[in-house]
């Protein structure tokens, strides 16, 4: 009995030490993903076709993480205005765009292909997950050259 007694012991004290061990290595690692990157930049970014107006405004860190903001303006649709966090990875942002429209908050993914000093739109076919709105597959996105914003001066 007393062998008993000393084997769940010191079964005890081995999963105890461990979730000890498991704990302080979440908290450094929380802390270190919470560290504000140092920024490398603002940059501007407008289409104007016909009447329809896109803008976006891009912070990017040196980790090529970026947040700003984005706006619709679409003749004859309401005005979708929001902001957007996400990454540059090689020539591609992909980015969770938080807006309203109409007075209800809604999220979506966006995606932009950096090309010549220019970002351009892409598409693709969306499915919603986890209350937001995500390309299917970003391997079968499709960029239009209709909707390239150029490079401009931050207001």
Known sequence: MKKIIA???AVTLVLVSCKKE???EIIPSTVES??????VGKQCFQSVTNKDTVILTLNTNSHNEVDG???YKIYQKDKNEGTIIGSIKGDTLIADYTFKSEGVSSIREVAFLKKAGTF???YGDLIETNGKL???DKKLLKFDSKMTLSKVDCK
């Not at 919470?34 to 920024?39: F, G, L």
């Open 22 to 24: 498991k704990q302080e």
């Open 120 to 122: 351009i739109e892409g």
């Open 69 to 71: 903001q984005l706006t």
């Open 34 to 39: 919470a560290k504000i990157e140092e920024s």
């Open 134 to 136: 995500v390309f299917k």
């Open 7 to 9: 084997i769940i012991g």
